[in-house]
């Protein structure tokens, strides 16, 4: 079945270096959709960036991210990490045609430090 | 800004007992969903709907049950709950613009006892 899959359970950064959370996914569709959702301390996940055109970067609130269908990849970058990044941050993947239905990668909490 | 309650945000059962985790939109979108969150799985889909009367089953239903009787309301259901089943539940609705964007409840914990 379609997977998403997230390697770091944990990363920690120090307040100013770039940031870089991988995902990686596998579908048999040609078409997927992906999406980075972002969840801060109690709060509820909210949509961070989502694209579905191969080899373009999608950029919001300073992260971007690239869909890569060769890798199967859409890591998440940023130039600089604030303190206000530390997060739990989902990578997730949706089917063309098959739009309501997110599957999420386990998750990847980033801690940023002063 | 969307605008997804969940009630009730914490709740304690116990093994065996029935519990209705509710769900409400003001959002007026057709799409619902019921996620549950758990440390090394992500979240997982459990049900969804498309409108009000309809619910399908998500990729872990098993001893779950949902129930969409309006746009707005979308209730997930434990008849018979077990202690696997202590987790966050996530409701969210969605645009149904694809490629759909979520917006979240503020979740529910559920400890079964």
């Known amino acids: 079945g379609d997977s998403v899959t997230q390697t770091e359970g944990l990363v920690t950064l120090t307040e100013g270096l770039p940031v870089m959370l991988n995902c990686t996914y596998q579908?048999?569709?040609?078409?997927?959709?992906l999406f980075w959702y972002v969840q801060h301390l109690n709060e509820s996940p909210r949509l961070l960036l989502k694209?579905?055109?191969?080899?373009k970067r999608t950029e919001h609130q300073g992260f971007h991210a690239t869909l890569h269908k060769s890798s199967s990849s859409f890591h998440l970058q940023k130039s600089s990490a604030q303190l206000s990044d530390s997060a739990l941050y989902y990578c997730?993947?949706?089917?063309?045609?098959?739009?309501?239905?997110?599957?999420f990668g386990a998750g990847t909490r980033l801690a940023v430090c002063p | 800004e969307a605008a997804v309650t969940q009630s009730p945000r914490n709740k304690v059962a116990v093994t065996g007992g029935k519990v209705t985790l509710s769900c409400n939109q003001t959002?007026?979108?057709?799409?619902m969903y019921w996620y549950r969150q758990d440390t090394g799985h992500g979240l997982r889909l459990i049900h969804y709907?498309?409108?009000?009367?309809?619910?399908e089953k998500g990729d872990i239903p098993d001893g779950y049950k949902a129930s969409r009787p309006s746009q707005e309301n979308f209730s997930l259901i434990l008849e018979l709950a077990t202690p696997s089943q202590t987790s966050v539940y996530f409701c969210?609705?969605?645009?149904?613009?694809?490629?759909?964007?979520?917006?979240f409840g503020s979740g529910t914990r559920l400890t079964v006892l």
């Open positions: 969210a609705s969605g645009d149904g613009t694809g490629p759909e964007t979520l917006y």
């Open positions: 579908t048999i569709y040609s078409n997927p959709f």
């Open positions: 694209s579905f055109t191969d080899n």
């Open positions: 997730a993947l949706s089917l063309s045609g098959s739009f309501n239905k997110l599957t």
């Open positions: 959002n007026n979108h057709n799409n």
């Open positions: 709907s498309y409108g009000a009367g309809s619910t």
